[in-house]
């Protein structure tokens, strides 16, 4: 802890060595006082389009000193994923679970179509993150599939009916 140590940097043209120039600076070494981690109950989750999807966060202190903690959710799709709780005051070496996330499928979404959801809890001066996935999985054929089925069935067994004389 608090070890120092001057830098310097120079640089040196390879045509012409007259030409170069350096700079310094101190690097200065201190003991961590603050550490957190983010965990995500479940690395993957499905569901069909329209779908909410949810997972439970839980952020640890792993410093010894209490820090109020920023939380934030992000995704690479735009699908917009929410937390129940974006600011959370920890003291050293304790943990909030059952931070709820949450994530709709778009309506619109594919099957097969995915989202990374990163989740990042910002502490004084460190933070993590931890990453879950969503995807948007058909669940077979719709209900709506099945009604227009058997309304076309009976439709057929009417009409042969009316025509077929007994």
């Not at 040196?12 to 965990?39: D, L, W, Y």
Request: hydrophobic content about 40%; overall charge neutral.
């Amino acid at each position: 802890n608090c070890m120092r140590d001057n830098i310097t940097v120079t640089a040196t043209s390879t045509e012409n060595a007259a030409v170069s120039g350096s700079a310094n600076c101190i690097a200065h070494a201190v003991s961590v006082v603050g550490r957190v981690k983010v965990t995500i109950d479940q690395a993957s989750k499905s569901g069909e389009p329209g779908e909410s999807l949810n997972y439970s966060v839980t952020v640890k202190n792993e410093g010894t000193n209490t820090d109020n903690f920023s939380l934030h959710a992000t995704d690479t799709k735009g699908w917009g994923p929410t937390l129940s709780i974006t600011s959370i005051p920890l003291p050293g070496g304790s943990s909030r679970t059952g931070i709820r996330l949450s994530i709709k499928i778009p309506d619109n979404a594919a099957d097969g179509d995915s989202t990374t959801i990163t989740v990042t809890a910002r502490g004084t001066g460190y933070e993590n993150s931890a990453t879950c996935t969503a995807k948007a999985a058909s669940g077979g054929i719709s209900l709506f599939v099945y009604v227009v089925a058997a309304v076309v069935v009976v439709v057929i067994i009417a009409a042969v009916l009316i025509v077929k004389p007994f």
